[in-house]
């Protein structure tokens, strides 16, 4: 199993930028793909970025030049700096690792952009 603890989320004006931060029980190094999804009220979750299992990085087009996705291999960590922040960036961002086959999610941090 993987655990993973989100945290950073709050408020922010339009432009602005956040820094998310998720925690993984376990190494990184084992989990097949780690990334991070975002779901806005009444609508699907969708994928905001991900390091793939070829250790590429995948975004999202809305967020692509403003967001990026790191990880910090020592800490068990991975990243989402959110730069130029829209009010429609306003979600619940989730954590998530695909580990051997298996889906798991953080808790969740809400962002919420708005002036």
């Known amino acids: 199993q993987v655990q993973l603890v989100e945290s950073g989320g709050g408020l922010v004006e339009p432009g602005g930028s956040l820094r998310l931060s998720c925690a993984a029980s376990?190494?990184?190094?084992?989990?097949?793909?780690m990334g991070w999804y975002r779901q806005a009220p009444g609508k699907e979750r969708e994928l905001v970025a991900a390091f793939t299992s070829g250790g590429s990085t995948n975004y999202a087009d809305s967020v692509k030049g403003r967001f990026t996705i790191s990880r910090d291999n020592a800490k068990n960590t991975v990243y989402l700096q959110m730069n130029s922040l829209k009010p429609e960036d306003t979600a619940v961002y989730y954590c998530n690792a695909l580990y051997l086959g298996h889906h798991y999610w953080g808790q969740g941090t809400q962002v919420t952009v708005s002036s």
């Open positions: 376990r190494t990184i190094f084992s989990i097949n793909v």
